[in-house]
Every structure is written in C-alpha cells, then in structure tokens.
C-alpha cells in the first residue's frame, strides 16, 4: 500500500513558475514508477510526465515538454513537478500516481494508487 500526498500547488502568472511536489509513505516507495497527471472539470484525465523508479526514464507529454521537469528523491520518498513558464491551458488539477512496475507509464488506468490532487490556477 502507497499513499501519496501532493503539495505545491497555487494561483499563478502566466509565464511564471511553480513546483509540485509528492510525498509518498512506505518502505517500497522506490521501486514504484510515478506519474503526474491533471484534470480539467468535465475533461478525462490527462498525462503530464512520467519517471522511472530509478528516475532513469523520463516522458513527457508533448504539450508540457521544454517546460515541465519531473524528478524524484528516493532518499525522501519524493517526486517532483517543476513547471516554468506556465500557461492558463495549464489549469488543472494535478495528481501524482505511483505504478507497481519499474519503467514509466502514460495510461492513468495502470496505475495503482493516487494522491488527492492539487489545485493549480495560470492566470491570464
């Protein structure tokens, strides 16, 4: 069993940054891949980046590459988000997942477990 706990998130400028950050609890926390994804009211889900567990594999989706950084600690059971140069379209709720399996993962439906979501607004 994981729980993850999302942070960070906030009301910002267009053109300016933020950092997410997710905590996760239990002693396996490194061997599960992570995942961030957001969500619009009323849109499906959407993939915004991807790492391994060893944070060797990255991916990311095209609307946030360049922008969007994903990384993680092990050490604290952490994953980051750091998203510059945010746009409105940006907007979202954003959740971490973690993946009982060892690459990355871009399907929301594979993974196992979800924290509960941070609010970021990008205003105009």
């Known amino acids: 069993q994981v729980q993850l706990v999302e942070s960070g998130g906030g009301l910002v400028q267009a053109g300016g940054s933020l950092r997410l950050s997710c905590a996760g609890s239990?002693?396996?926390?490194?061997?599960?891949?992570m995942g961030w994804f957001r969500q619009d009211p009323g849109k499906e889900r959407e993939f915004v980046a991807a790492?391994?567990?060893?944070?060797?594999?990255?991916y990311y989706a095209e609307s946030v590459k360049g922008r969007f950084t994903i990384s993680r600690d092990n050490a604290k059971n952490t994953v980051y988000l750091q998203m510059n140069s945010l746009k409105p379209e940006d907007t979202a709720v954003y959740y971490c997942?973690?993946?009982?399996?060892?690459?990355?993962?871009?399907?929301?439906?594979?993974?196992?477990?979800w924290g509960q979501g941070t609010q970021v607004t990008v205003s105009s």
């Open positions: 239990g002693r396996t926390f490194s061997s599960y891949a």
């Open positions: 997942a973690a993946h009982r399996g060892t690459y990355y993962y871009i399907a929301a439906t594979e993974y196992d477990y």
């Open positions: 790492i391994s567990w060893s944070g060797g594999s990255i």
